[in-house]
């Protein structure tokens, strides 16, 4: 990796950061980054892993208050999300490399996707509240955060945006205190399943580090003046980066 190249890694570290604890996408930032200076495709996925985790765990020390008396509701959600990270770290090792290859850029258009609609469903989550629902989402929640587990172990980006859908539903809560809790499951994912490659799959460490160190202060960066920042912008920059992404995906 060239002086030029390992810039450009840590700066998409830095961005990646910043935008996991606003929203939830770094990975659309990190990965065609890695694609582009020459890392095969699993190896900067397993490698993104490892380099998001210190950015996780910025974000939630940066939402530390909003967990206030979240301990049961965290407890629970994070055994079905580090439940479903295995699988999903599993299924990464086992599938054949061709798989990842060809599921890999359908992923990111879905991802894309839930960018770009993530506004509007915020609006449906806050207009279809009922302030007489369950207000831990009971077992559709514990189901629907196990299956984002799964994405996220297996590739990951937007599964923030997945998550935050899913407990504006299905919880009476406060959207930052929501935000919080993302962060800490996002933190576990990533955390699983950087555990679990370690033992298994190939790490770039050299790219892993300087995403460790970007992801830390974007993480850092995000939870103090992310909220400040234009969501146009942000959610512009990761449509642009994930297109990108896909059209090396495909053209490789």
Do not use: C, H
């Amino acid at each position: 990796m060239t002086l030029w190249e390992a810039v450009a890694v840590l700066v998409a570290g830095v961005g990646a950061g910043m935008i996991n604890v606003i929203v939830g996408s770094g990975t659309l930032i990190t990965f065609p980054v890695l694609l582009a200076v020459g890392i095969p495709p699993v190896t900067a996925n397993v490698s993104n892993s490892f380099g998001l985790v210190p950015g996780s765990l910025s974000g939630v020390i940066g939402y530390r208050r909003e967990l206030v008396g979240q301990g049961r509701r965290l407890l629970r959600l994070g055994i079905a999300t580090t439940l479903g990270s295995l699988v999903g770290a599993v299924l990464l090792t086992k599938l054949p490399k061709g798989a990842f290859d060809a599921i890999v850029p359908a992923l990111i258009l879905l991802a894309l996707v839930l960018v770009v609609i993530q506004p509007r469903v915020a609006k449906a989550v806050a207009a279809r509240r009922r302030s007489d629902g369950d207000p831990d989402g009971g077992w559709v929640l514990t189901v629907g955060i196990f299956l984002t587990g799964i994405y996220g172990g297996y590739f990951g980006a937007a599964q923030g945006v997945l998550m935050l859908a899913l407990m504006g539903m299905l919880l009476q809560e406060d959207l930052q205190r929501i935000n919080g809790v993302k962060n800490a499951l996002a933190m576990i994912v990533n955390g699983v399943a950087a555990l679990f490659f370690l033992f298994t799959a190939t790490v770039n460490w050299t790219a892993a580090g300087l995403i460790a160190v970007g992801s830390l202060v974007g993480g850092l960066l995000g939870a103090k003046i992310g909220r400040k920042l234009s969501p146009v912008v942000l959610r512009g920059v990761i449509v642009v980066v994930g297109l990108v992404a896909v059209t090396k995906l495909l053209l490789s």
